[in-house]
């Protein structure tokens, strides 16, 4: 009797023993493969959270200045895929019952320039696309520039091209219909997509040489890059693969890149507690997890490297509000010195012309004139910050944040420094002389028009306070001679020979 219990208690004990390392097993984090819906066009991030009632799309940029989300669009269920380039989205919803084909909806993100907050459009809704065919199989997306493309099987594969009216087919390479894959390509194909296939341990691709339908196909096999091929990366400037393998303490990833003579290896990623996966990011890559409270976590991974950083919370960006209260304040400045320029000297009943030479510049030529003197100090700009447009649009009178108005400042100091220089020696700045415009002394009873040196030369400080604060050159528009704030202290007018 007592062997017989001996016996029970040893088979209960490794019986126990057992199951605690199964279910250890089971919890342990590195056997967790990327789940987490989650989409990169570089610059841009766009998350699939999910949520009591369905899921929430969240969306990251670099142009946030942080480790910031918004929050963009709420849908009833997780969506079945989601592709992005440039600004653009793409959301392929789960069909819901049978012999319905998936939704697909498409949204896009502008950056205000001034407040550097984002808007979505369509406002407060998706834009609806065409559904899927209803008899077709769902197998993945890809972005392309005018719209998404998707892989289908409806029973064999085909390639659909989304159109404004419905789906267009592409035509498939021959020796891609083996269990193809369709993905986000960053190579130097016309398409920014590929149908991939592992074979065996290489990873075979077919990008498209062309942007037309009819353009062929070109194959490319990448050495080693299929072993234990698990997603191709979005959002890298260079194509990368995540492959699963079994290491001492469980299955862990590899994070490589692919090249034709094999893949080199970035970095092993034990994969997070809850949904994970990584995408593409600027230059480098983030790894992206959601843990059991619905809190996104980001670690930054370098491009060279390797490293991975501590992961940090992202959180709500917070409202532009505060940013706007600046504007109060520039509002008091702009009426204080135009109040002031009336003061000094009230535009009352001047005379329409000048004298029998001279007669006031009109406004476009001046507009003309101001647009060729700020092109040095844009292309200056440009070259030094890498701005683009919107950037040098942002003028520091209505954007407070110092960094976002760098190129617009050095641009605006740049035209200030250089008009100055050209006004004090030959009274007009280079965009003047193109249009025939001159500095000169406000009507006289007697004596020299041309304007003296300390007129042009504060005339010129001036205008260059106005181009920071735009608002200051209202007065200008109102009176008869075009006399602005800086002419009007200055005693001066812009002018061209009869």
Same mark, same amino acid.
Request: proline share 9%; aromatic share 8%; glycine share 10%.
């Given at each position: ?381 440009? !070259? %030094?910050? $890498?701005?683009?447009?919107? *950037?040098?649009? #942002? ?6 944040? &110092?960094? =976002? @108005? ?27 002389? !193109? %249009?025939? $415009?001159?500095?000169?002394? *406000?009507?006289? #009873? ?6 003296? &040196?300390? =007129? @042009? ?27 602005? !704030? ?13």
């Amino acid at each position: 009797m007592r062997w017989s219990l001996t016996c029970a208690l040893c088979l209960l004990l490794a019986w126990s023993v057992a199951f605690t390392q199964r279910a250890s097993a089971w919890a342990r984090p590195s056997d967790h493969t990327p789940s987490l819906r989650a989409v990169s066009s570089g610059n841009h991030l766009w998350i699939a959270l999910p949520t009591e009632s369905g899921c929430t799309i969240l969306h990251h940029s670099s142009e946030m200045n942080g480790a910031f989300f918004k929050e963009v669009r709420s849908l009833p269920a997780l969506p079945a895929a989601l592709a992005a380039r440039e600004n653009h989205l793409w959301i392929v919803a789960a069909p819901v019952g049978s012999g319905t084909g998936g939704a697909v909806y498409g949204l896009s993100t502008i950056r205000d320039p001034a407040t550097g907050s984002f808007s979505y459009q369509p406002t407060g809704r998706l834009d609806v696309l065409p559904s899927l065919p209803a008899s077709a199989r769902f197998c993945g997306i890809a972005p392309q520039e005018d719209g998404p493309v998707v892989l289908v099987a409806q029973p064999d594969f085909a390639l659909l091209a989304s159109a404004p009216m419905g789906w267009h087919e592409i035509a498939l390479s021959g020796d891609a219909v083996n269990s193809p894959m369709l993905v986000a390509w960053a190579g130097a194909a016309a398409s920014p997509w590929a149908i991939v296939n592992v074979d065996g341990v290489d990873l075979i691709s077919w990008t498209r040489s062309g942007a037309a339908n009819s353009s062929p196909w070109e194959r490319q096999c990448w050495s080693g890059a299929g072993d234990g091929f698990e997603m191709m990366i979005t959002g890298s400037v260079r194509p990368a693969t995540l492959a699963r393998f079994d290491g001492a303490s469980g299955a862990s990833f590899l994070l490589q890149y692919i090249t034709p003579s094999g893949p080199r290896k970035l970095t092993v990623i034990t994969p997070p507690q809850g949904s994970w996966t990584v995408t593409g990011f600027g230059e480098g890559f983030r790894l992206i997890s959601v843990g059991a409270g619905g809190d996104v976590q980001l670690s930054a991974i370098d491009a060279v490297t390797g490293s991975v950083t501590p992961s940090t919370p992202l959180t709500p960006q917070p409202s532009t509000t505060s940013e706007w209260i600046h504007l109060p304040l520039l509002g008091a400045l702009t009426i204080g010195m135009l109040l002031a320029g009336f003061i000094i000297h009230p535009p009352a009943d001047p005379p329409p012309v000048l004298c029998a030479e001279w007669v006031a510049l009109p406004l476009p030529r001046r507009l003309i004139a101001l647009a060729i003197d700020m092109v040095p100090g844009a292309v200056i700009a440009v !070259l %030094v910050t $890498g701005a683009n447009l919107d *950037e040098l649009l #942002a003028m520091p009178s209505w954007t407070p944040d &110092l960094a =976002r @108005s760098t190129p617009s400042s050095i641009m605006l100091g740049i035209t200030g420094v250089w008009c100055l220089l050209f006004e004090l020696s030959l009274r007009a700045s280079p965009g003047k002389f !193109l %249009v025939g $415009g001159r500095i000169v002394r *406000e009507p006289v #009873a007697s004596g020299d028009p041309r304007a003296g &040196l300390w =007129r @042009s030369g504060g005339r010129a400080l001036l205008k260059t306070a106005v181009l920071f604060a735009p608002a200051l050159g209202f007065l200008a528009f109102v009176h008869p001679l075009h006399q602005g !704030l800086p002419e009007t202290i200055t005693k001066t007018v812009v002018a061209r020979r009869r």
